[in-house]
């Protein structure tokens, strides 16, 4: 340590209460950001950091995030309403879109303009919301398929079994486990098309761990899966960071974001509004807007008149609103008329 470093006595924090999923009980990572939690906030150790991203169809914005870090080791989930861009956002860090402008790097190597099959290679994989199992093939073919830098896949090298035989039995031995782990060894020889699609979300999870990755990115991996397969879910996602690698999904169920993510990172219209931890994120009223707009706890019916009642501050507010887009409204069509 230099000489011009002074140690300086640690503030006590509050104990937290650890999620709970089974019966294991898992802590919360605290401590990933330097300063006061904020947009763009610097973290201590992010795996991924984000400048200047945009992505524009025509003349919509789907995307603008000025600045971004992704905390490492650590369970961030990203969370707004439809049509916030959180999935595009995805698609581009992925490599699976171009954007527009900026920049992004993951583990200090920059990923602008590198397509996805390389960006997995890297070790970062992504699963979809709409799973991309394939029907028709057996779910140990589905996940042998995740299998990175396999020999046999080379046409001359797949004619000498002696080759690859030994990577393949390895392969196997690999998914297996994992089937194991995810409990759907029992469905190993079963058409991934039988599968329910809940089955399918832990598929997808459980292929995407053969090639060893250290930031896995889920895209609302509770939808459509049956609330007896969600705690089983919920494990999963929980045993990804303990295992050491770093997970950020996209989720629209508040509780799963409150009972796992150590992060939340909150967008709207393309642009990042907030973030911080969980309990902090979801008292923000940025975030109470994005989702039910600023003036959810307005009676509407006192501002119609429809319903006798006194204007408090809020209700003012919004009629000053209707007011002035009205007046631009009419504005704008006496403009078009002329």
Known sequence: MSSDQTNTPEEPQAPQVPPVTGSVPRPKTSGLAKGEAVPGVAKVDPIMVIDGVTRRFGGLTAVDVEHLEIPRNAITALIGPNGAGKTTLFNLLCGFDKPNSGSWSYDGKNLAGIPAFKVARMGQVRTFQLTKALSLLTVLENMKLGAPAQRGEKFWQAFVPAVWRSQETANEEKARDLLKRFKLDAKEQDFAASLSGGQRKLLEMARALMSDPNLVMLDEPMAGVNPALTES??????????????????????????????????????????????????????????????????????????????????????????KEEEEASIAEAEKEKK
């Open 233 to 322: 879910l919920l494990d999963h996602i929980l045993d990804l960071k303990e295992l050491g690698m770093t997970v950020l999904f996209v989720e629209h169920d508040m509780h799963m974001v409150r009972h796992i993510a150590d992060w939340v990172v909150v967008m709207a219209e393309g642009k990042v509004v907030a973030e911080g931890p969980p309990d902090a994120v979801m008292q923000n009223k940025a975030v109470i807007d994005a989702y039910l707009g600023s003036h959810q706890d307005v009676d509407l019916g006192v501002v119609t008149g429809r319903i006798a009642g006194e204007l408090d501050t809020s209700a003012v507010e919004l009629l000053e609103e209707i």
